[in-house]
């Protein structure tokens, strides 16, 4: 079966850096677009970034345009998201998921199973 398996969250500080793993297994991962996800406490759930799969294109919220970056590994099977100048508001649980809706207007479509998350909080 498919799974999507996020890691590397943790615990920094204002202005610091994290990067994120999005590992698959049971398919192919450079066959679909692969979307980044975030949930803050009480609030929805945001598409943050997105990288297509016929061209690598990608695609970031206004809220972390400039500060992260979104790359695939295909060898490894692997999305990254590279998280730099984090902010308070960056704090939330993060997901990866084949996202179907990949442009410069949506971060959407998703389907399969979503998993547990990275945690990631920034916090002085």
Request: proline share 3%; net charge neutral; aromatic share 10%.
């Amino acid at each position: 079966h498919l799974q999507l398996v996020e890691s590397g969250g943790g615990l920094v500080q204002p202005g610091g850096s994290l990067r994120l793993s999005c590992t698959a297994s049971g398919f192919t991962l450079d066959y679909y677009p692969i979307g980044w996800f975030r949930q803050a406490p009480g609030k929805e759930r945001e598409g943050v970034s997105c990288i297509n799969s016929s061209n690598d294109s990608t695609n970031y919220a206004d809220s972390v345009k400039g500060r992260f970056t979104i790359s695939r590994d295909n060898a490894k099977n692997t999305v990254y998201l590279q998280m730099d100048s984090l902010k308070p508001e960056d704090t939330a649980i993060y997901y990866c998921v084949i996202t179907r809706f990949c442009t410069k207007t949506t971060i959407g479509g998703a389907f399969g199973s979503w998993g547990q998350g990275t945690q990631v909080t920034v916090s002085s």
